[in-house]
């Protein structure tokens, strides 16, 4: 336990020494009430610091600690375990996360003072820093990808939550296989390519995940094709994505579709996409945002009825950070009296609209 001492040095409101005779640590002297309000004023990083000293400690802070009903676990880049509070809900909100536990590459000619044991590991540990001087704790691993699954696992146990969301951004195969046998369920899931992920690899992890969140900015080669990609989902969200097609975007059963960079759609497939939403398909979807070539409204409004409106400026709430204004006075009506606006975005991306918008403003409540 003296491997530790110095890294609770590091907390200028929490010292616990590690020579004491029993208790060992004079805050386990004070009432359960008493140490179990400390311990809850601690951030996360320091509760899962003071987890590692022993298992006699872990079990205290996995029982006691309180549990706030909001608290995620998500790991996301820079291969990080990080913690955020308040619920994930469709609002405008910035998410500030915090980092509890990272993980580096153990070089050969590397020397360190301090190890704890994770689970049956026994790993190197530094008190580092990030970008805003907040502290947290990096383990070094041969294999990186091995102990990002392995603190990921020792903090969803301490705090007794599943994983919210995963940002997959090497070995994606085998870091989703994992996720998938440790968890039913992820709400949020992202690929990236940091290390380029296979065709197979991609089309695996796609056509097997349920996340309500699925964003991708994965690099594949130019002649992957995904002919099936019924997926249900909050969000899709894609990037450097060559290989979509109209046909798999009317299969989508989504809120939110995105289609933001590596494909333009033509005129005549938005056209396409306009009547399947007016005949009744894509019933689900409330926004949309995709890069158009040439984008000629005439083409594709083509054989659509249009209604007119009066000039009026609606704002319309949306999704997860998605806010315009509407400034057409053109608009759509699908066959059940749905409305929908379209226009091109201050992101020069066409976009449809379906009201009512998330705060439940209709179209014509801005008459």
């Not at 369920?185 to 690929?191: A, F, P, S």
């Amino acid at each position: 336990m003296e491997q530790l001492h110095s890294l609770f040095n590091q907390f200028p409101r929490f010292l616990f020494p590690f020579r004491q005779s029993h208790p060992q640590f004079p805050l386990f002297r004070l009432p359960l009430v008493a140490y179990k309000n400390v311990i809850d004023l601690m951030t996360s990083y320091e509760q899962v610091s003071l987890s590692l000293c022993s298992r006699k400690t872990k079990s205290i802070v996995k029982k006691i600690r309180h549990r706030p009903t909001s608290l995620q676990l998500w790991i996301l880049k820079d291969n990080q375990v990080k913690v955020t509070t308040g619920h994930f809900e469709t609002t405008n909100s910035v998410r500030e996360f915090s980092v509890v536990m990272g993980v580096g590459e153990r070089k050969l000619n590397s020397c360190f003072i301090q190890t704890v044991f994770i689970g049956e590991h026994r790993i190197p540990v530094r008190v580092k820093s990030n970008e805003n001087g907040i502290e947290y704790l990096r383990t070094y691993w041969e294999d990186e990808n091995l102990g990002l699954r392995v603190i990921a696992d020792y903090v969803c146990d301490l705090f007794r939550v599943d994983l919210f969301g995963l940002y997959l951004m090497n070995d994606h195969r085998r870091m989703f296989d994992w996720l998938c046998n440790r968890q039913s369920y992820v709400y949020d899931l992202r690929i990236g390519d940091k290390n380029r992920i296979s065709d197979e690899d991609f089309k695996y992890v796609v056509q097997n995940s349920n996340s309500e969140f699925l964003v991708s900015d994965a690099i594949l080669s130019e002649t992957f094709r995904l002919n099936n990609f019924n997926k249900k989902a909050e969000i899709i969200a894609l990037v450097n994505s060559h290989w979509i097609t109209i046909d798999n975007l009317m299969t989508v059963d989504a809120l939110r579709l995105d289609v933001l960079t590596g494909k333009k759609f033509t005129n005549k497939e938005v056209n396409t996409f306009l009547n399947h939403w007016i005949h009744g398909g894509s019933s689900r979807l409330k926004q949309m945002q995709i890069a158009v070539t040439d984008y000629n409204e005439q083409e594709f409004l083509e054989g659509i009825n249009v209604q007119e409106s009066t000039p009026k400026r609606r704002n319309y709430k949306g999704f997860y950070e998605f806010d315009f204004h509407v400034t057409n006075t053109v608009h759509l009506v699908r066959e059940d009296g749905t409305i929908a606006s379209f226009g091109i975005s201050a992101m020069n991306l066409f976009f449809l609209a379906v009201w009512p918008d998330y705060t439940g403003r209709t179209f014509e409540s801005f008459d």
